[in-house]
Structures are given as C-alpha cells and as structure tokens.
C-alpha cells in the first residue's frame, strides 16, 4: 500500500530564517510525481512545488526547494527566508500514474515576527 | 479563466438532509476529484473521475454519490446526511500536461446537526 507521512504536526520558523518540513513515503513503483501544497487560512489548495521521481536533480521554485532522497523515500520541503505569508497548511503528495492521489496529515506551519 | 469553482461555500444541513455539491472546471481537463479534509487526517477522496462517463470509488466513499455530468462538471451527492459528514469539500481536477499538477477548488464547508 502507499502511504505518505509527515510527522511534525505543527512547526514554528522566524521571519527570514529556514525551516525544513518533513515528508516519507511508500510505493512501490520507480516513476511517480511528488508534490508540496500549500493551505493558507484563505482555505485555497495552492501547489507549492513538483518533483518527478526519474529527475535527480531536486526542484527548486524561488525561496521553495525540496530534498528528494529517492532510495530513503524522502520528500522535505525548504524554505528560507521564510515570511509571514508562508504561515499555512503544508501537505505533501504523492502520485504514482493511475488516478489517485495520497496526501499526507500536514504539517502546520507557524511564522513569528 | 475561473479554474475550479465550487457552490456553495458553506451549507448547514440537518441529520437525513440531502443536497449536491457543485463543481465545475474550464481547464478541459479530463479527470476530476472528490475530496474531503478533517482535522488531523489530510485529503482523502471520496470519488474521483477519470474521464467523461466514467466514475470510480476513492478511500471514503460510503454515503455519497457523483454525477459526471460532461467534461467539465463533476457533482458530489449526500442522500441522507450524517453528523460524520460534516466536514470540508474540495473538488479538484487534473492537468496531464504540468506533471499530473491538481487545481483545487475553494471548497465547501458543511456542517451536519
């Protein structure tokens, strides 16, 4: 079965410092897609960033970068000079080529001033 | 261009109600989801849709219906509300074309008493 962890609930970054959410997952195919979305309070699902499991080099998108550890199974999200915006819901996902997408519970991110 | 959108926003219903949550996007794209989130467990999907015509059962399916009226209209049926029900609706579709990225949309907020 797949499954995808994140096991911080809740973490809490200084404005301009660098924060790394955490993310594991499990399948067992070799070609899938990883994600990062993020929810503000807004309720908004917005795509964070996109990892594809064949690229080795780890996608960046501005201040967002991941650590994808293919043979760990690990997915971590950084983001540096975090700012008040960044305070939201972070969940990682994984998508394998059928339909279905597996969410993590989130990752509860606070940004203090 | 709308996206996704979602009516309505937030529903009040009482135990054994019925209702249809609408969606509908103008992305043409040909898979479409049902999700729904609660505190603690993330994004799980109801119901999703492949393509036009056809629908398939996700993780949580018991109790709802779907209708995937055309390409662009996916609607979410509750026949007999529940106080477990209560939750938040998203409804999603997917691109092929930006790495299998979802769009969400804002998501119905019900409530079940």
């Known amino acids: 079965a797949q499954t995808v962890t994140q096991s911080q609930p809740e973490m809490s970054v200084q404005e301009a410092e660098t924060v790394t959410l955490s993310c594991t997952y499990d399948?067992?195919?070799?070609?899938?897609?990883l994600f990062w979305y993020k929810q503000p309070p807004s309720r908004q699902m917005i795509l964070v960033i996109r990892?594809?499991?064949?690229?080795?080099q780890n996608a960046t998108e501005n201040r967002f970068s991941v650590n994808f550890q293919k043979a760990a199974k690990s997915f971590s999200l950084k983001i540096s000079d975090s700012q008040l915006g960044d305070a939201a819901m972070y969940f990682c996902?994984?998508?394998?080529?059928?339909?279905?997408?597996?969410f993590g519970t989130g990752t509860r991110l606070k940004v203090l001033a | 261009n709308a996206g996704v959108t979602q009516t309505p926003k937030f529903q009040v219903l009482k135990t054994g109600q019925s209702m249809t949550l609408q969606c509908a996007q103008d992305?043409?794209?040909?898979?479409m989801y049902w999700y729904r989130q609660d505190p603690g467990m993330g994004l799980r999907l109801i119901y999703y849709?492949?393509?036009?015509?056809?629908?398939d059962k996700g993780e949580v399916p018991n109790g709802y219906n779907v209708s995937r009226l055309n390409k662009r209209e996916f609607s979410l049926r509750l026949e007999s509300a529940a106080p477990s029900q209560t939750s938040v609706y998203f409804c999603?579709?997917?691109?092929?074309?930006?790495?299998?990225?979802?769009?969400f949309g804002p998501g119905t907020r019900l409530t079940v008493t």
């Open positions: 999603a579709s997917r691109s092929r074309l930006t790495s299998y990225e979802q769009y």
């Open positions: 399948t067992s195919e070799s070609d899938y897609y």
């Open positions: 990892q594809e499991a064949y690229k080795q």
């Open positions: 996902a994984l998508f394998r080529g059928t339909y279905k997408y597996i």
């Open positions: 992305m043409n794209h040909n898979s």
């Open positions: 849709s492949a393509s036009e015509g056809t629908t």
